[in-house]
Protein backbone atom coordinates (compact mmCIF):
# COMPACT_ATOMS: atom_id res chain seq x y z
CA UNK A 1 0.00 0.00 0.00
CA UNK A 2 1.15 3.72 -0.80
CA UNK A 3 -0.44 6.84 -0.22
CA UNK A 4 -1.76 9.01 -2.77
CA UNK A 5 0.81 10.37 -4.59
CA UNK A 6 0.75 12.38 -7.71
CA UNK A 7 -0.18 11.44 -11.34
CA UNK A 8 -1.01 13.57 -14.55
CA UNK A 9 -3.66 16.41 -14.37
CA UNK A 10 -5.45 16.23 -18.00
CA UNK A 11 -8.63 15.41 -16.39
CA UNK A 12 -8.52 17.89 -13.60
CA UNK A 13 -7.28 21.20 -15.74
CA UNK A 14 -9.16 24.09 -14.80
CA UNK A 15 -11.35 26.42 -17.00
CA UNK A 16 -12.41 29.54 -17.37
CA UNK A 17 -15.99 28.00 -19.26
CA UNK A 18 -18.56 27.22 -16.63
CA UNK A 19 -20.03 24.91 -18.33
CA UNK A 20 -16.66 22.68 -18.19
CA UNK A 21 -16.73 23.34 -14.93
CA UNK A 22 -20.27 21.70 -14.44
CA UNK A 23 -19.56 18.98 -16.29
CA UNK A 24 -16.34 17.80 -14.39
CA UNK A 25 -18.25 18.85 -11.01
CA UNK A 26 -20.95 15.68 -12.28
CA UNK A 27 -18.25 13.44 -13.51
CA UNK A 28 -15.99 13.78 -9.84
CA UNK A 29 -19.49 12.88 -8.16
CA UNK A 30 -20.00 9.75 -10.44
CA UNK A 31 -16.33 8.99 -10.02
CA UNK A 32 -16.69 9.26 -6.30
CA UNK A 33 -19.65 7.04 -6.02
CA UNK A 34 -18.05 4.17 -8.10
CA UNK A 35 -14.78 4.38 -6.29
CA UNK A 36 -16.26 3.59 -2.83
CA UNK A 37 -17.27 0.41 -3.98
CA UNK A 38 -13.53 -0.10 -4.34
CA UNK A 39 -10.77 -1.11 -1.98
CA UNK A 40 -7.90 1.24 -0.51
CA UNK A 41 -5.42 -0.58 -2.02
CA UNK A 42 -7.55 -0.44 -5.98
CA UNK A 43 -8.14 2.59 -5.02
CA UNK A 44 -4.56 3.91 -4.63
CA UNK A 45 -3.58 2.31 -8.22
CA UNK A 46 -5.94 4.29 -9.98
CA UNK A 47 -5.25 7.75 -7.92
CA UNK A 48 -2.39 8.43 -10.46
CA UNK A 49 -4.19 8.39 -13.39
CA UNK A 50 -5.07 12.15 -13.15
CA UNK A 51 -6.18 15.07 -10.72
CA UNK A 52 -9.29 14.37 -10.85
CA UNK A 53 -9.03 10.70 -10.14
CA UNK A 54 -6.83 11.65 -7.09
CA UNK A 55 -9.05 14.03 -5.99
CA UNK A 56 -12.03 11.53 -5.68
CA UNK A 57 -9.71 9.21 -4.01
CA UNK A 58 -8.22 11.57 -1.15
CA UNK A 59 -12.36 12.38 -0.41
CA UNK A 60 -12.97 8.60 -0.38
CA UNK A 61 -10.70 7.76 1.84
CA UNK A 62 -11.51 10.82 3.95
CA UNK A 63 -14.94 8.50 4.24
CA UNK A 64 -13.61 5.70 5.27
CA UNK A 65 -13.51 5.90 9.14
CA UNK A 66 -14.31 2.64 10.61
CA UNK A 67 -12.02 0.31 12.18
CA UNK A 68 -11.37 -2.72 10.39
CA UNK A 69 -9.83 -5.38 11.68
CA UNK A 70 -8.07 -9.15 9.71
CA UNK A 71 -7.98 -11.92 11.91
CA UNK A 72 -6.46 -15.26 11.45
CA UNK A 73 -6.97 -19.02 13.42
CA UNK A 74 -5.27 -21.94 11.79
CA UNK A 75 -6.38 -25.57 12.03
CA UNK A 76 -3.10 -26.48 10.72
CA UNK A 77 -0.60 -25.06 13.34
CA UNK A 78 1.94 -27.28 11.24
CA UNK A 79 2.71 -25.22 8.28
CA UNK A 80 6.29 -24.31 8.03
CA UNK A 81 6.30 -21.30 5.58
CA UNK A 82 4.53 -18.64 7.17
CA UNK A 83 2.29 -17.84 10.49
CA UNK A 84 -1.55 -17.90 9.75
CA UNK A 85 -1.96 -14.22 10.37
CA UNK A 86 1.10 -13.21 7.63
CA UNK A 87 -0.91 -15.29 5.34
CA UNK A 88 -4.23 -14.23 6.11
CA UNK A 89 -3.17 -10.70 5.89
CA UNK A 90 -1.28 -10.75 2.21
CA UNK A 91 -4.77 -12.11 1.44
CA UNK A 92 -7.29 -9.67 3.16
CA UNK A 93 -5.49 -6.34 3.38
CA UNK A 94 -6.03 -6.32 -1.03
CA UNK A 95 -10.19 -6.15 -0.24
CA UNK A 96 -9.89 -3.69 2.72
CA UNK A 97 -11.41 0.16 2.31
CA UNK A 98 -9.62 2.29 4.86
CA UNK A 99 -5.83 3.65 4.26
CA UNK A 100 -4.27 2.28 7.85
CA UNK A 101 -2.54 5.08 9.64
CA UNK A 102 -1.76 2.46 13.06
CA UNK A 103 -1.74 -1.14 13.27
CA UNK A 104 -2.26 -3.38 16.43
CA UNK A 105 -1.19 -7.18 16.29
CA UNK A 106 -1.21 -9.87 18.57
CA UNK A 107 -0.20 -13.31 17.88
CA UNK A 108 0.23 -16.51 19.84
CA UNK A 109 3.87 -16.92 20.99
CA UNK A 110 4.03 -20.24 20.66
CA UNK A 111 3.85 -20.66 16.66
CA UNK A 112 4.82 -16.96 16.13
CA UNK A 113 8.10 -16.86 17.70
CA UNK A 114 8.81 -20.56 16.63
CA UNK A 115 7.55 -23.64 15.07
CA UNK A 116 9.28 -26.74 16.27
CA UNK A 117 9.41 -30.21 14.33
CA UNK A 118 5.59 -30.79 13.81
CA UNK A 119 3.90 -34.56 12.51
CA UNK A 120 5.02 -35.29 9.18
CA UNK A 121 8.01 -32.84 8.86
CA UNK A 122 10.72 -34.10 10.97
CA UNK A 123 13.30 -31.45 9.73
CA UNK A 124 10.74 -28.65 10.42
CA UNK A 125 12.51 -25.24 10.17
CA UNK A 126 12.32 -22.89 13.17
CA UNK A 127 11.01 -19.51 12.18
CA UNK A 128 12.07 -16.28 14.23
CA UNK A 129 9.98 -14.10 15.22
CA UNK A 130 11.79 -11.03 13.57
CA UNK A 131 11.49 -13.16 9.87
CA UNK A 132 7.53 -13.31 10.85
CA UNK A 133 6.91 -9.83 12.22
CA UNK A 134 9.22 -8.02 8.98
CA UNK A 135 6.93 -10.22 6.84
CA UNK A 136 3.66 -8.65 8.33
CA UNK A 137 5.10 -5.14 8.36
CA UNK A 138 5.74 -4.87 5.09
CA UNK A 139 2.79 -5.57 3.55
CA UNK A 140 1.15 -2.63 5.70
CA UNK A 141 1.51 1.45 3.78
CA UNK A 142 5.28 2.49 4.61
CA UNK A 143 3.60 5.84 6.91
CA UNK A 144 1.89 3.38 8.56
CA UNK A 145 2.87 2.50 12.57
CA UNK A 146 2.91 -0.63 13.15
CA UNK A 147 2.95 -2.21 17.02
CA UNK A 148 3.00 -5.83 17.11
CA UNK A 149 3.17 -8.22 20.31
CA UNK A 150 2.89 -12.09 21.24
CA UNK A 151 1.14 -13.78 23.68
CA UNK A 152 0.52 -16.91 25.18
CA UNK A 153 -3.59 -16.95 24.02
CA UNK A 154 -5.42 -14.68 21.82
CA UNK A 155 -8.71 -13.64 21.78
CA UNK A 156 -10.79 -12.84 18.38
CA UNK A 157 -13.41 -11.59 16.87
CA UNK A 158 -13.16 -13.72 13.36
CA UNK A 159 -13.29 -11.53 9.90
CA UNK A 160 -16.35 -10.49 8.27
CA UNK A 161 -19.09 -9.10 10.49
CA UNK A 162 -18.87 -7.36 13.76
CA UNK A 163 -21.25 -9.76 14.84
CA UNK A 164 -19.60 -12.94 14.47
CA UNK A 165 -18.91 -14.97 17.62
CA UNK A 166 -15.74 -13.92 19.71
CA UNK A 167 -13.55 -16.79 20.19
CA UNK A 168 -10.99 -17.37 22.91
CA UNK A 169 -7.83 -19.11 21.56
CA UNK A 170 -5.66 -20.60 24.71
CA UNK A 171 -3.85 -23.20 22.55
CA UNK A 172 -3.56 -22.97 18.59
CA UNK A 173 -2.32 -20.89 16.08
CA UNK A 174 -3.78 -17.59 15.83
CA UNK A 175 -4.33 -13.70 15.46
CA UNK A 176 -5.15 -10.32 14.68
CA UNK A 177 -4.35 -7.03 12.96
CA UNK A 178 -6.94 -4.08 13.99
CA UNK A 179 -6.56 -1.37 11.10
CA UNK A 180 -7.21 2.29 12.73
CA UNK A 181 -7.47 4.87 9.53
CA UNK A 182 -6.68 8.46 10.08
CA UNK A 183 -9.88 9.67 12.28
CA UNK A 184 -10.68 13.71 12.66
CA UNK A 185 -10.08 14.42 16.02
CA UNK A 186 -8.25 11.43 17.16
CA UNK A 187 -4.74 11.12 17.62
CA UNK A 188 -3.35 7.20 18.12
CA UNK A 189 0.33 6.90 19.27
CA UNK A 190 2.34 4.11 19.92
CA UNK A 191 4.79 4.39 22.91
CA UNK A 192 7.79 2.40 24.08
CA UNK A 193 10.06 2.59 27.17
CA UNK A 194 13.27 0.49 27.73
CA UNK A 195 14.22 -0.62 30.88
CA UNK A 196 17.56 0.96 31.68
CA UNK A 197 19.43 -0.20 35.04
CA UNK A 198 21.14 3.29 35.39
CA UNK A 199 17.74 5.29 35.13
CA UNK A 200 15.26 4.68 37.76
CA UNK A 201 12.82 7.21 36.54
CA UNK A 202 10.99 8.65 33.56
CA UNK A 203 12.13 11.83 32.27
CA UNK A 204 8.89 13.69 32.21
CA UNK A 205 9.66 14.77 28.20
CA UNK A 206 9.68 11.66 27.72
CA UNK A 207 5.95 10.83 28.51
CA UNK A 208 4.68 14.20 27.13
CA UNK A 209 6.28 13.49 23.52
CA UNK A 210 3.67 10.48 23.10
CA UNK A 211 1.12 12.15 24.84
CA UNK A 212 0.53 10.73 28.21
CA UNK A 213 1.58 13.63 30.39
CA UNK A 214 0.07 17.55 29.53
CA UNK A 215 -2.66 15.67 27.42
CA UNK A 216 -6.11 17.42 28.42
CA UNK A 217 -7.56 15.19 25.63
CA UNK A 218 -5.54 12.12 26.19
CA UNK A 219 -8.84 9.31 27.03
CA UNK A 220 -7.53 5.54 27.01
CA UNK A 221 -4.12 4.11 27.29
CA UNK A 222 -3.22 0.06 26.40
CA UNK A 223 -0.23 -0.49 28.27
CA UNK A 224 1.81 -3.46 27.89
CA UNK A 225 4.89 -5.08 29.33
CA UNK A 226 6.97 -7.68 27.35
CA UNK A 227 9.43 -10.04 28.48
CA UNK A 228 7.79 -9.90 32.19
CA UNK A 229 9.74 -13.23 33.09
CA UNK A 230 12.73 -11.55 33.33
CA UNK A 231 14.25 -9.84 36.46
CA UNK A 232 12.86 -6.69 37.54
CA UNK A 233 10.71 -6.68 34.24
CA UNK A 234 7.35 -5.97 36.42
CA UNK A 235 8.66 -3.55 38.87
CA UNK A 236 9.51 -1.54 35.62
CA UNK A 237 6.10 -2.10 34.43
CA UNK A 238 4.09 -1.05 37.49
CA UNK A 239 6.64 2.35 37.68
CA UNK A 240 6.40 3.19 34.56
CA UNK A 241 2.15 3.04 35.08
CA UNK A 242 2.81 4.87 38.12
CA UNK A 243 3.80 7.76 36.22
CA UNK A 244 0.32 8.46 34.92
CA UNK A 245 -1.96 6.13 36.94
CA UNK A 246 -3.79 9.06 38.40
CA UNK A 247 -4.57 10.73 35.73
CA UNK A 248 -8.69 11.58 34.29
CA UNK A 249 -7.71 8.19 31.68
CA UNK A 250 -8.85 4.50 31.27
CA UNK A 251 -6.01 2.50 31.48
CA UNK A 252 -6.29 -1.19 30.47
CA UNK A 253 -3.63 -4.24 29.20
CA UNK A 254 -1.11 -6.59 31.04
CA UNK A 255 1.66 -8.30 30.83
CA UNK A 256 3.00 -9.91 27.31
CA UNK A 257 5.76 -12.30 26.13
CA UNK A 258 7.62 -10.32 23.90
CA UNK A 259 7.33 -7.07 21.58
CA UNK A 260 7.41 -7.75 17.80
CA UNK A 261 7.19 -4.73 16.05
CA UNK A 262 7.13 -1.00 16.61
CA UNK A 263 7.93 0.67 13.38
CA UNK A 264 7.43 4.40 14.70
CA UNK A 265 11.04 3.85 16.15
CA UNK A 266 13.93 4.13 13.38
CA UNK A 267 16.64 1.42 15.75
CA UNK A 268 15.88 -1.96 15.35
CA UNK A 269 14.37 -4.00 17.98
CA UNK A 270 16.21 -5.55 20.86
CA UNK A 271 14.28 -8.46 21.16
CA UNK A 272 16.12 -9.74 24.60
CA UNK A 273 15.39 -6.14 26.19
CA UNK A 274 12.41 -5.44 28.83
CA UNK A 275 10.15 -2.77 28.63
CA UNK A 276 6.71 -1.20 28.51
CA UNK A 277 4.88 -0.69 25.03
CA UNK A 278 1.50 0.96 24.47
CA UNK A 279 -1.12 2.86 22.31
CA UNK A 280 -2.47 6.20 23.56
CA UNK A 281 -6.17 7.76 22.64
CA UNK A 282 -6.48 11.29 22.00
CA UNK A 283 -9.95 13.62 20.94
CA UNK A 284 -12.53 15.24 22.53
CA UNK A 285 -15.33 12.17 21.06
CA UNK A 286 -12.93 9.70 22.30
CA UNK A 287 -14.97 7.10 25.00
CA UNK A 288 -13.75 4.44 27.41
CA UNK A 289 -15.04 2.13 29.94
CA UNK A 290 -13.11 -0.86 32.15
CA UNK A 291 -14.67 -3.36 34.66
CA UNK A 292 -12.19 -6.17 36.40
CA UNK A 293 -13.53 -9.77 36.10
CA UNK A 294 -11.80 -10.35 39.88
CA UNK A 295 -10.78 -14.15 40.80
CA UNK A 296 -14.66 -14.66 42.39
CA UNK A 297 -16.24 -14.34 38.69
CA UNK A 298 -15.69 -18.21 37.70
CA UNK A 299 -19.52 -18.99 36.32
CA UNK A 300 -21.67 -17.57 33.92
CA UNK A 301 -23.77 -15.62 36.00
CA UNK A 302 -21.10 -13.95 37.71
CA UNK A 303 -19.76 -13.01 34.09
CA UNK A 304 -22.82 -11.86 33.11
CA UNK A 305 -23.06 -9.71 36.24
CA UNK A 306 -19.69 -8.15 35.08
CA UNK A 307 -20.48 -7.29 31.56
CA UNK A 308 -23.88 -6.01 33.03
CA UNK A 309 -21.86 -3.00 34.58
CA UNK A 310 -19.51 -2.55 31.95
CA UNK A 311 -22.93 -1.97 29.39
CA UNK A 312 -24.02 0.64 32.26
CA UNK A 313 -21.32 2.50 30.78
CA UNK A 314 -23.54 3.74 27.90
CA UNK A 315 -20.52 3.59 25.41
CA UNK A 316 -22.16 3.68 21.38
CA UNK A 317 -21.88 0.63 20.24
CA UNK A 318 -21.18 2.05 16.55
CA UNK A 319 -17.39 2.25 15.68
CA UNK A 320 -16.36 0.89 19.32
CA UNK A 321 -13.89 -1.74 19.93
CA UNK A 322 -14.13 -4.28 22.69
CA UNK A 323 -10.61 -5.38 24.34
CA UNK A 324 -10.30 -8.49 26.84
CA UNK A 325 -6.78 -8.77 28.61
CA UNK A 326 -7.11 -12.11 30.65
CA UNK A 327 -5.10 -14.26 33.11
CA UNK A 328 -3.34 -17.41 31.08
CA UNK A 329 -5.16 -19.15 34.82
CA UNK A 330 -8.46 -18.47 33.58
CA UNK A 331 -10.07 -19.32 30.64
CA UNK A 332 -11.48 -23.07 30.24
CA UNK A 333 -10.05 -24.82 32.97
CA UNK A 334 -11.30 -22.19 35.43
CA UNK A 335 -14.97 -22.29 34.39
CA UNK A 336 -14.90 -26.30 35.11
CA UNK A 337 -14.14 -27.39 31.63
CA UNK A 338 -16.71 -24.34 30.00
CA UNK A 339 -15.31 -22.79 27.09
CA UNK A 340 -15.27 -19.17 25.49
CA UNK A 341 -17.24 -18.21 29.18
CA UNK A 342 -15.97 -14.49 28.94
CA UNK A 343 -16.45 -13.87 25.16
CA UNK A 344 -19.70 -14.93 25.06
CA UNK A 345 -20.98 -12.97 28.08
CA UNK A 346 -19.01 -9.74 26.13
CA UNK A 347 -21.23 -10.82 23.19
CA UNK A 348 -24.67 -10.92 24.79
CA UNK A 349 -24.46 -7.36 26.13
CA UNK A 350 -22.61 -6.23 22.86
CA UNK A 351 -23.81 -8.09 20.05
CA UNK A 352 -22.28 -5.59 17.29
CA UNK A 353 -19.10 -4.96 19.17
CA UNK A 354 -15.57 -6.87 17.71
CA UNK A 355 -13.84 -8.53 21.21
CA UNK A 356 -10.11 -8.97 20.69
CA UNK A 357 -7.08 -9.58 23.60
CA UNK A 358 -4.83 -11.99 24.96
CA UNK A 359 -4.44 -14.20 27.55
CA UNK A 360 -1.24 -13.22 29.42
CA UNK A 361 1.13 -13.28 32.46
CA UNK A 362 -0.63 -10.17 34.63
CA UNK A 363 -3.23 -7.57 34.19
CA UNK A 364 -3.87 -4.24 33.87
CA UNK A 365 -7.09 -2.25 34.55
CA UNK A 366 -10.05 -1.71 37.62
CA UNK A 367 -13.83 -0.63 37.24
CA UNK A 368 -14.43 2.50 35.70
CA UNK A 369 -16.67 4.11 33.97
CA UNK A 370 -17.38 7.52 32.09
CA UNK A 371 -20.48 9.65 32.41
CA UNK A 372 -21.68 11.61 29.36
CA UNK A 373 -19.93 14.51 30.40
CA UNK A 374 -16.56 12.71 29.98
CA UNK A 375 -15.98 12.47 33.32
CA UNK A 376 -14.33 8.70 35.39
CA UNK A 377 -16.38 7.71 37.67
CA UNK A 378 -14.91 5.21 39.97
CA UNK A 379 -17.47 1.94 40.45
CA UNK A 380 -15.09 1.50 44.20
CA UNK A 381 -12.56 3.49 45.77
CA UNK A 382 -9.22 3.21 43.34
CA UNK A 383 -5.78 3.22 44.61
CA UNK A 384 -2.67 3.02 42.36
CA UNK A 385 -1.98 -0.84 44.03
CA UNK A 386 -5.93 -1.81 42.64
CA UNK A 387 -4.27 -1.73 38.96
CA UNK A 388 -2.56 -4.61 39.22
CA UNK A 389 -3.62 -7.98 39.05
CA UNK A 390 -3.30 -11.77 38.48
CA UNK A 391 -6.29 -14.49 37.63
CA UNK A 392 -8.60 -11.99 36.47
CA UNK A 393 -9.55 -10.50 33.04
CA UNK A 394 -9.79 -6.66 32.23
CA UNK A 395 -12.61 -5.76 29.69
CA UNK A 396 -12.71 -2.87 28.16
CA UNK A 397 -14.21 -0.83 25.11
CA UNK A 398 -12.93 2.12 23.35
CA UNK A 399 -15.35 4.35 21.53
CA UNK A 400 -14.02 6.25 18.08
CA UNK A 401 -16.45 8.73 17.63
CA UNK A 402 -18.79 8.75 14.88
CA UNK A 403 -18.07 7.29 11.25
CA UNK A 404 -20.44 9.30 9.63
Sequence with gaps: MERVGGGGDCCGSSSADPRSTFVLSNLAEVVERVFTFLPAKALLRVAGVCRLWRECVRRVLRTHRNVT??????????????????RVVAEELENVHILPQTVLYMADSENFINLEECRGHKRARKRTTMEAAFALEKLFPKQCQVLGIVTP????????????????????ESGFALLFPQIEGIKIKPFH???????LTLERHQLTEVGLLDNPELRVVLVFGYNCCKVGASNYLQRVVSTFSDMNVILAGGQVDNLASLTSEKSPLDIDATGVVGLSFSGHQVQGATVLLNEDVNDEKTADAAM??????????????????????????????????????????FPSVPLFGFFGNGEIGCDRIVTGNFILKKCNEFNYNDLFHSYTTIMALIHLGSSK
Excluded at 155 to 163: H, L
Excluded at 318 to 347: H, L, P, W
Aim: include cysteine; hydrophobic fraction near 40%.
Design 193 to 199: FIKDPKK
Design 69 to 86: WISALSADPCHLAQHCLV
Design 153 to 172: GIVVTPIGSRSNRPQEIEIG
Design 308 to 349: QRLKAANIPEQNTIGFMFACVGRGSQYYRAKKNVEADAFRKF
